[in-house]
């Protein structure tokens, strides 16, 4: 499927709120109500439209502490891997990323305190054999989080 500019036009508008109207949408974009609603089941069809979530505040749900880590590993076989970002994937674990450079892997963490942290420093880093070395920043201020691809 190749998009049109009024696929792209949709595609940003419900980056921006996916729960806005077909109704509203028809008139930004000019088109149908029934059109748009096509035009969205076969964006979700195809891929474009992965899922629609809800965007939460952290600090709202105590999770005020956001923690990048790179985290660099000893074996990079496909079952070592495999078992990483399996080890990488737990609730506090917002996004993960297989990357290159010097480290091989870089999280971020969302927590409600330090001492979450050093618990999950131990069960994730401190005990895990295959991690080599990992290093933390702690975020200041979130200037600017968007999940927006458009």
Not at 7 to 21: I, K, R, S, V
Not at 36 to 43: A, C, G, M
Not at 67 to 83: A, C, G, P, T, W
Not at 91 to 110: I, K, N, S, W
Request: proline letters at 2%; glycine letters at 2%; aromatic letters at 8%.
């Amino acid at each position: 499927m190749s998009l049109d500019k009024y696929d792209h036009a949709l595609l940003a508008l419900l980056q921006l709120n996916c729960q806005t109207p077909l109704r509203e949408l028809a008139e930004a974009v000019h088109l149908s109500t029934a059109s748009v609603q096509r035009r969205i089941q076969k964006l979700k069809d195809s891929g474009y439209i992965q899922s629609t979530t809800a965007i939460l505040d952290p600090d709202k749900l105590n999770k005020v502490i956001t923690i990048f880590v790179e985290v660099q590993v000893e074996k990079n076989d496909m079952n070592s891997l495999r078992q990483l970002k399996k080890d990488f994937s737990g609730p506090e674990v917002q996004q993960c990323y297989y990357v290159t450079g010097d480290a091989d892997f870089m999280l971020v963490l969302l927590v409600s305190h330090m001492q979450r942290f050093q618990e999950l420093c131990d069960q994730m880093f401190h005990n895990n054999a295959n991690v080599k070395w990992f290093r933390t920043i702690v975020v200041l201020d979130r200037v600017k989080v968007t999940l927006d691809v458009l």
